[in-house]
């Protein structure tokens, strides 16, 4: 469902550059659509209990623009490193 999302939203975002040296101007819906998907999909991360390589397939599933503020996949990750402490530091 994630991959159809952004797939779907990925050509308008493309085809729409919205940042400037400023920040942020003339924000398409597209691009509020997607970071909105990509905080839901964050939190989803940090309330479930997955295995690490579904974790990382979800995770990867959304696009590095779609987080401006990357503070909720770093909280899921923070979550998932603490339910799984016998995760090697290179996984």
Not at 6 to 23: K, L, T
Not at 27 to 42: E, F, H, I, K, R
């Amino acid at each position: 469902m994630l991959d159809y999302f952004m797939s779907m939203e990925s050509s308008s975002i493309h085809n729409s550059p919205c940042i400037v040296e400023e920040g942020f101007e003339d924000v398409p819906q597209s691009l509020t659509s997607v970071t909105s998907v990509a905080n839901l999909v964050d939190l989803f991360l940090a309330d479930v209990n997955l295995k690490l390589s579904k974790f990382q397939s979800v995770a990867a599933g959304v696009p590095d623009y779609a987080r401006p503020q990357s503070d909720d996949i770093y909280r899921a990750i923070d979550i998932l490193l603490k339910a799984h402490p016998w995760l090697a530091d290179c996984e």
